[in-house]
């Protein structure tokens, strides 16, 4: 049984309420947690008084030192804490590892990049000439807020959610209040253990909360952030909180996605580029049983291709074991929660009553292997065919979060590019095809929906990477139904914890205070 704690102004804390942490592959009670509602006020200026300036205080590349060493940390426990994610977060051991590499890969890239940006605390743009007197310039320049970052992370990726948002906003000077989602909060506990136990943060530069955070996002001020990841209802309760709308604290929202790949017409079965498309698909629907942000959710098909695609996928997708993720066999483990589990079979449900039919798989029945019968929240994955898909409303406004995807058939390209846009606004698409007219139709058409967009044609075919995978050098969010976020992009994402201001005045003083030795 592990009790998962507070780290709140230095010291580990337990919850006086506790609430059971259930194994999703057993049901077994693993855990506990608070199920206090703390007034957190006191650790809000802890953080404010003592984190802040500390950090501050630092350089960038000794930030970015401070940086590698967490990210040694986690990397040390790896194998310890893939075991936690199995046990209590009901993940294959490759799920694990996609989990806490992408935490300790993060962290490792912003040491990184804190060492390039070298011996200074503020980013500067180039200045320009005001008026007629060329001694008169006008220089933009960022430093670090001078308030607190609130972290608020989905139960999907424990390690991995809290260790990007976490090395952007350390490399960026701002202490952090971190809270897990209750569900997978063990893992992010025992990360939270090794990012504390590396001692390597200043005092009050890292908080960790376990359970509820109170009414601590109404308490944030002018220069705080808030930077939360989950659903979009979630979302929305957030972004109408009082210090958003009242005092201008600067949120950034990761929300749902209905993520999309599409196949171009000129792709035969047999070529390497749908050999790629087929290995995706699988990949996105069922790594981490399909919990992921970045999931392909749509699978856009010429008309004509729609019946063999549906026979391929399938026959993927049925060698696909389901089952207890400690099973080496196993590819892929239980959904997080039974809430998970009933929302995706009403996911599914819905998607049907929309127009959508069930091609593969079965969203009520499921045989796991390894595990006691009856227990644990596992499905199948399921496959869906949408003949019409524009009139199947639910398939371009429902994120079914789990192993599930619908096959939408088009006739041209134009048609297609209209269908992704129905997502309102996704985190990532992937395009799939060879011949650049078309290729330009779909980048064009669909770019502008999207914060990321990936293109595998013949030349990079085997070199891409897969969709839902999110690179640290390349900003992460999305338009609209996604949250109207952006997160790391390398450089980029430390804007959201800095200030941008214009200086304006004496050329000769910003050169000396902006491009010379910096402050
Ligand atoms: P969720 O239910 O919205 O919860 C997200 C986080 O918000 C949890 O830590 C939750 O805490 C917390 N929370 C809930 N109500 C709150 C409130 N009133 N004040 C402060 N915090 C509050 O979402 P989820 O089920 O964990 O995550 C699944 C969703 O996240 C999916 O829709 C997925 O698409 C989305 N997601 C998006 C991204 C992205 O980068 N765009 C990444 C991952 C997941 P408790 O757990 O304690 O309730």
């Known amino acids: ?168 906003a350390i490399l960026a000077g701002v202490p952090v209040i971190t809270k897990p989602a209750t569900s997978t909060s063990i893992l992010a506990f025992r990360v939270a253990e090794a990012i504390v136990g590396a001692n390597v943060l200043p005092a009050g530069a890292f908080h960790f909360v376990a359970g509820s955070v109170g009414d601590l996002v109404d308490q944030l001020g002018p220069t705080d952030v808030l930077a939360f990841t ?67 959710r749509r699978v856009f098909v010429p008309r004509g291709q729609a019946d063999r695609v549906i026979e391929d996928l399938s026959a993927e997708l049925s060698r696909v074991k389901i089952g207890h993720p400690g099973n080496d066999e196993v590819r892929m483990g239980p959904l997080a929660t039974k809430q998970q589990r009933d929302d995706f079979r009403s996911g599914v449900a819905k998607l049907e009553a929309s127009g959508a039919r069930v091609v593969f798989g079965s969203a009520t029945e499921v045989s ?9 929240f596992f499905v199948a994955p399921v496959l869906l065919r949408a003949d019409e898909p524009s009139k199947a409303d639910a398939v371009h406004a429902h994120e079914v979060f789990g192993p599930c995807a619908t096959v939408c058939l088009y006739d041209t390209a134009d048609e297609a590019v209209a269908l992704v846009a129905r997502g309102e ?48 050098s390349c900003v992460h969010g999305g338009p609209g139904r996604a949250g109207g976020g952006e997160e790391l992009g390398g450089e980029r994402g430390l804007r959201f914890y800095m200030q941008r201001t214009a200086v304006q005045g004496d050329r000769a003083l910003l050169d000396k205070l902006f491009e010379g030795p910096k402050a």
Not at 269 to 295: H, N, S, W
Not at 442 to 456: C, E, K, Q, T
């Open 230 to 296: 989950g659903s979009a209802d979630t979302g929305a309760k957030l972004r109408g909180s009082r210090s958003v709308v009242g005092r201008s604290t600067r949120v950034n929202i990761e929300a749902d996605s209905l993520n999309s790949a599409v196949l171009a017409p000129d792709v035969e079965p047999g070529d390497d580029v749908y050999r790629i498309f087929l290995r995706d698909v699988v990949k996105e629907m069922t790594q981490k049983t399909g919990q992921k942000c970045t999931a392909t």
């Open 1 to 168: 049984m592990i009790e998962v704690k507070s780290y709140l102004m230095g010291a580990w804390v337990a919850g006086e309420r506790k609430s059971d942490l259930l194994d999703p592959s057993t049901e077994a009670v693993v855990g506990s947690i608070s199920a206090d509602r703390p007034n957190l006020g006191a650790v809000l200026e802890h953080a404010r008084s003592a984190g802040g300036p500390a950090l501050r205080a630092l350089t960038f590349a000794q930030r970015g030192v401070i940086l590698k060493g967490l990210s040694k940390a986690i990397h040390t426990q790896r194998e310890a804490l893939i075991e936690v994610s199995i046990t209590s977060g009901g993940t294959t051991r490759s799920d694990a590892k996609f989990d806490l590499d992408g935490a300790s890969g993060t962290l490792a890239y912003y040491a990184a990049l804190g060492a390039k940006l070298g011996e200074t605390r503020l980013l500067s743009e180039p200045s320009e000439q005001l008026g007629q007197d060329s001694r008169f310039f006008g220089q933009h320049v960022w430093l670090s807020r001078e308030g607190v970052a609130l972290h608020v992370n989905a139960f999907n990726f424990p390690a991995w959610g809290l260790a990007e948002k976490l090395a952007v």
């Open 368 to 376: 796991p292997i390894g595990v006691p019968d009856g227990k644990g």
């Open 425 to 472: 606004g996704g985190l990532v698409s992937t395009v799939y095809g060879d011949d650049r007219e078309t290729l330009r139709t779909f980048i064009m058409g669909i770019a502008p929906y999207h914060g990321r967009l990936l293109v595998v044609s013949a030349k990079v075919a085997d070199k891409t990477i897969t969709p839902g995978l999110v690179l640290p």
